[in-house]
Each structure stands twice: as structure tokens, then as C-alpha cells.
């Protein structure tokens, strides 16, 4: 079965510090993988995704991801981080063949520190 | 334009009652998905349809559990006789196309409902 690893619970840094995001799948075949992010009584908005192609994957707000599939990776990034990022952000795997659902991570915290 | 939305955004319910809840996808979405997030964790997928077709209700909980989509545009989620462990947050999607390696194809979410079982 698909799952999501997002090993960091909670990730503080400063305004203008730089930013990785951890995430790692676990799927048999070729995985299509998205970040979101939440806000505090928000719905998920779509950041980013991979279906193939480049691994090197921009988004908006100035995120860009990596798809590493030797490592089953699929982090990401950020150079300067705002104070408006401070969010939850959300690693998914989607699935092929069926529902198309997606399968999220249990999700990273980010706290900004002026 | 409108995105997706939910209603209500906060639901209290008593242990045993019923409850239902709300999604209005966006005009001329086929795919729409329901998901429980939990206090601290991602979002699970419950269940998916085509259209008015309930393709996917294998992340369902418990036959408590039951959505419908009769039109094919909006979705209701039913939840029967509520227990404590059922107060998490609601999440709706919706997308375009029912295939999720089209580079054109986003799930599009909801704010989401409260479900508070006290």
C-alpha cells in the first residue's frame, strides 16, 4: 500500500532563513507526488506536483521540490522563507487506477521566527 | 471564480445523533473526494465519486458512514449515530478530470467541516 513519511513534526526558522521539508513515499510504481499547505482554518492548497519529466518541480509562493527516486524522496524547498509560510504543509502520493485518491503525510508544522 | 465549499464549517453533535454534512464542488467538476483529517494528522481518504457514481468507499470507517451524490454536483456526507472518535475535520475535493496523471488535473479542497462528538 501507498504511505507518506514526513519525519519532522515541527520546523521553526527565521525570516529569511532557508527551508527543506522532508518527504518520503512508498509506492510500487511511478508516483505522481504533491505538496500542499494549510492554514489555520483553510482548505489544502496545491503547492506543487510531480507527474514526470524534470524532477526539479517549481510552485508557487517561490517552493520548488525535488523527486529523487532512488531515495524516494520528494522534499521541499524554499531559499527565503516569509513569515506569511508559517503553515501546515502536507506531502501526498497519488493513486492510479481507481479513485485517483491522494495519500498524505501526517504533515510538518512550520513556525517563522521574526 | 467559487471554489469548493462546505457547510456547515462547525458542526457540535451528541453521541447517537446524526449528522450531515455538505460539499459543493466547483461548477463542472466530475471527481469528488471526501477526507477525515484528524487533530494532528493528514487527511484520509473516505471515499470518491465520478460524476453520481461512488466508485470508491473503501476508506469509510464503518457502515455509519454514508455519502451520496445524486446529481453529480453536490455531495452529502452522512454520519450515522456519532461516536467521540468521529470528531476530526471534513474535507471535501474537487477535480476536473478523473485522471490524476493529467498535468491539467488538481484536487481542489474545501475549508472544511468541524465535527465535535461530545
Known amino acids: 500500500a501507498q504511505s507518506v513519511t514526513q519525519p519532522d513534526i515541527h520546523i521553526t526558522v527565521s525570516e529569511g532563513a532557508s527551508l527543506e521539508l522532508r518527504c518520503n513515499y512508498s509506492y510500487g510504481a511511478t508516483p505522481y507526488l504533491f505538496w500542499y499547505v494549510q492554514s489555520p482554518g483553510q482548505g489544502l492548497q496545491l503547492l506543487l506536483k510531480?507527474?514526470?519529466?524534470?524532477?526539479l518541480v517549481q510552485g508557487i509562493k517561490g517552493f520548488e521540490a525535488e523527486f529523487k527516486r532512488s531515495q524516494s524522496s520528494f522534499n521541499l524547498r524554499k531559499p527565503s522563507v516569509h513569515w506569511s509560510d508559517a503553515a501546515e504543509y502536507f506531502c501526498?502520493?497519488?493513486?492510479?487506477?481507481?479513485?485517483?485518491?491522494?495519500?498524505f503525510g501526517k504533515g510538518t508544522k512550520l513556525t517563522v521566527n521574526p | 471564480g467559487a471554489g469548493v465549499s462546505q457547510s456547515p464549517r462547525y458542526k457540535v453533535a451528541k453521541r447517537g445523533q446524526d449528522v450531515a454534512l455538505r460539499c459543493d464542488p466547483i461548477s463542472g467538476h466530475v471527481s469528488l473526494f471526501w477526507y477525515q483529517q484528524a487533530l494532528g494528522q493528514g487527511p484520509e481518504f473516505l471515499t470518491y465519486f465520478q460524476n453520481e457514481a461512488q466508485l470508491d468507499k473503501s476508506g469509510l470507517p464503518s457502515d455509519r458512514f454514508f455519502a451520496e451524490r445524486p446529481e453529480g454536483s453536490v455531495s452529502t456526507l452522512k454520519i450515522q449515530r456519532t461516536q467521540q472518535e468521529d470528531s476530526a475535520v471534513y474535507l471535501c475535493a474537487s477535480s476536473f478530470t478523473t485522471d490524476i496523471a493529467a498535468s491539467t488535473d488538481t484536487q481542489y479542497f474545501g475549508p472544511g467541516t468541524r465535527l465535535t462528538v461530545l
Open positions: 510531480y507527474f514526470s519529466g524534470d524532477t
Open positions: 501526498a502520493v497519488g493513486t492510479q487506477g481507481g479513485s485517483e485518491k491522494l495519500v
